[in-house]
């Protein structure tokens, strides 16, 4: 008896335990929140930047050679490959625009020259941070893990954190401006 009862009550289904059916939503990536995969895009931009300029280049070059290297590589790859996928995925019920550093049309040198000055600006930011962080005895993941000062994750989520700031303000801005 309490077999059939319990056979009985899973295949009974309602309407409402039915969704409606989202083409866009075929895997699971779908389910994770786009400030979440925004985040972690931008987390391994700079990353992979950073290993890839300070780690990456021969010891022949200095800091400075170094930094402008890492300069040009977050502006080509936020300009081309960041901001092109946050901007794929806006859509009607997902503004990922707000995400932008700025909204200056894409297609033009503006565009280029705006996110060359806000990545300057994060840099030196995110250095002085860091360096002033390293000088108080604060331990950074570099630090932990293979006694070095700095490392693509410390700056990485310093750079995160940065973001954060810029994009609030901007985003303040913009909607004291629009009432």
């Known amino acids: ?34 400030k979440l995969k925004i985040g972690f895009l931008k987390f391994w931009i700079v990353g992979a930047s950073f290993f890839l300029s300070i780690f990456g280049l021969p010891q022949k070059y200095d800091f400075l050679d170094r930094m402008v290297v890492f300069w040009l590589l977050l502006v080509l790859m936020f300009e081309y490959i960041g901001f092109t996928i ?15 550093p700025h909204e200056i049309n894409r297609k033009s040198i503006l565009s280029i020259l705006a996110t060359g000055l806000y990545i300057f600006i994060m840099l030196i930011l995110v250095h002085y941070f860091v360096d002033t962080w390293v000088y108080y005895g604060i331990p950074t993941f570099g630090t932990i893990m293979s ?32 009432e």
């Open 1 to 34: 008896m309490h077999g059939s009862m319990w056979i009985g009550n899973m295949s009974k289904k309602s309407n409402k335990d039915k969704k409606e059916f989202n083409p866009y939503a075929i895997d699971r990536f779908a389910t994770i929140s786009p």
């Open 86 to 100: 946050i901007n794929w995925m806006h859509n009607d019920e997902v503004n990922t625009k707000k995400y932008l």
């Open 147 to 178: 006694e070095t000062s700095i490392d693509p994750i410390t700056y990485a989520l310093v750079f995160l954190l940065f973001d954060f700031i810029w994009l609030k303000v901007r985003n303040t801005i913009k909607n004291a401006r629009m």
